[in-house]
């Protein structure tokens, strides 16, 4: 288009264009501003265009996209004021000044509660009004209205706060083991929700002391928009527990991340000798309240591993003294099923590296009763994995459909070809079936329920001559844990102060003594682990 032409058009739509200029303006030199940069975009596109059907459509709509580019810009380089604080659109600004501010500012909205900070930012960031928002959160206007002024109020407030990051943003805890008590879910136990290492500090930073999401926020040194997802999904599956006050805590158990040598060879040292104890006074017991038992295959023939099994559950479980503590509260129930208690081992600390080891230990690991049940078949198992054991995968590789499997090999419902071959793979992997197609684990004939039933418990006199310690030394541990999870660390420390690592003490000494014979690696396949059955291999 030619000057002259385009000349005319500008004259003939100049009011027009200043009238919109002004309506849309805060002010007559707002106004002037965005009414010339309206009239350059016109009339340079005019020059550039030859004919235009419909020059008023035409001019409205470069004057729309002119203003949208003008908002934007001033909301760029000067934001709109919350009671002269500046909210910020973009992430570049024109000054170095005004830089912190607009960071400051960016923070604390971002630590506003997560409805608070969605109408902030929807009001003045999104321009949306008091009625698209009330319609938008399904609330009255005048309860958006309240947000809009508590936000303002709370901005003022923290605007020039020092934010201190925790000690979990600068040095976050490690875990090097997790346990359960109970049934995991479908997913597995508390590693399936807590491997991921911002989950995991979530729930350790409210263990000690109750915090809200906000203040879990700057413990962690982060923003809360960041984790009131995770925050809410932990509480779900039972990980946080929400207090008044939209305050959160935790049942779950982190041990204590100290750890004393010295204590720790003191307390050895009396298990040891409780295990000489027991040898003497608990498993002639065992081995004669078992005699009788004798519908049992054993792969090997050898009679004592059918003993050893028996002698480590009586000692785990029937030889403890016992307090009375109400340990349900400690159980968690998860979205896939699972209904436990959490067990978290962090990375430990020795509080007295000056101390030497006075004795050369072995390792007393011993992981909790795993039982599996069949729903299609009379077939049941109970096991422990420890050093004695050559099992791998401990409880998450110990499958029910394992012992579905070995039964329905037993009892011919499935042979050895190409449409089992998964079955099969699977039982040679476990080693319960040896390459000859031997099973190759021990078989009680009988229910799981009156094995249990046939191993005495301890003498109560014989208990008591070692409870007194054992309640000093639960009472005395529970001091490094919060109030919350005291009781649980004095039941589980009187409780089970004579149990797993006793058991293998006892194992020692019986195998070290000759009193049983050595495993040989088959007998290692099936060490502590016994299926229950209807019926025994045909041998």
């Known amino acids: 288009m030619d000057k002259q032409k385009a000349d005319k058009i500008i004259s003939e739509y100049l009011q027009k264009i200043y009238g919109f200029s002004v309506k849309k303006a805060f002010s007559y030199d707002e106004a002037e501003d965005l009414c010339s940069d309206i009239v350059t975009e016109v009339y340079t596109s005019l020059l550039r265009s030859d004919d235009i059907a419909n020059i008023e459509g035409y001019i409205w709509r470069i004057s729309e996209y002119t203003y949208s580019k003008y908002v934007a810009f ?20 024109l000054t170095d000044d005004s830089e912190e501010e607009i960071k400051r500012l960016r923070r604390e909205i971002a630590f506003l509660t997560q409805t608070r900070r969605k109408i902030v930012y929807l009001f003045y960031y999104e321009n949306k009004s008091i009625g698209a928002i009330s319609n938008l959160f399904g609330i009255p206007e005048g309860t958006v209205k ?14 020039n ?19 359960h008590d109970g049934n995991p879910g479908n997913h597995g136990g508390p590693e399936y929700y807590l491997s991921d290492k911002l989950n995991l500090n979530i729930v350790y930073s409210v263990y000690f002391t109750p915090k809200t999401k906000e203040e879990i926020a700057e413990e962690l040194g982060v923003t809360p928009v960041y984790i009131e997802d995770k925050i809410d999904y932990l509480e779900g599956n039972g990980f946080l527990v929400r207090q008044k006050g939209n305050r959160y805590t935790t049942s779950v158990l982190f041990y204590s991340p100290s750890f004393s040598l010295e204590l720790y ?43 050893a099994a028996a002698i480590f559950y009586g000692v785990a479980n029937n030889c403890s003294p016992y307090v009375e503590k109400d340990r349900s509260k400690y159980y968690i129930k998860t979205t896939d099923g699972g209904y436990y208690i959490p067990y978290i081992h962090l990375k430990t600390t020795r509080i007295d590296p000056e101390y030497k080891a ?9 992981c909790g009763n795993m039982t599996r049940s069949s729903a299609k078949y009379p077939a049941m198992s109970w096991s422990v994995d420890t050093r004695y054991s050559s099992r791998e995968g401990t409880w998450a590789n110990n499958l029910y459909t394992d012992y579905e499997y070995v039964y329905e090999f037993m009892t011919g419902l499935i042979s050895d070809n190409s449409s089992n071959s998964e079955k099969f793979d699977r039982l040679r992997s476990r080693k319960f079936i040896s390459d000859g197609n031997k099973i190759n684990i021990m078989i009680y004939k009988g229910s799981y329920n009156s094995f249990v039933k046939s191993i005495p418990a301890l003498d109560t006199k014989i208990k008591d001559r070692f409870a007194a310690f054992a309640l000093k030394a639960a009472m005395e541990r529970a001091k490094d844990y919060p109030a919350q999870i005291q009781d649980l660390i004095i039941s589980d420390g009187v409780n089970g102060f004579v149990s797993r690592d006793v058991a293998l003490m006892v194992m020692d000494i019986l195998y070290n003594s000759g009193t049983f014979k050595k495993l040989t690696e088959e007998e290692r396949v099936t060490s502590n682990l016994i299926m229950f059955s209807d019926r025994l291999p045909n041998v």
């Open 74 to 93: 001033k909301k760029k380089h000067s934001g709109i004021s919350i009671d002269g604080i500046e909210i910020p659109f973009e992430e570049e600004f």
């Open 146 to 159: 309240w947000h809009l002024n508590k936000a303002r109020n709370e901005l003022k407030e923290c605007f």
């Open 161 to 179: 706060m020092e934010r201190k990051i925790g000690k979990l943003g600068l040095s976050p805890v490690e875990a090097t083991e997790y346990g």
């Open 265 to 307: 060879e003191k307390i050895t040292k009396i298990k040891l000798e409780i295990a000489e104890i027991l040898v003497k006074e608990y498993v002639p017991s065992v081995r004669k309240a078992i005699s009788d038992l004798t519908d049992v295959y054993i792969p090997s023939g050898n009679r004592e591993l059918f003993e």
């Open 358 to 366: 006075t004795l050369d230990l072995p390792d007393y690991w011993a």
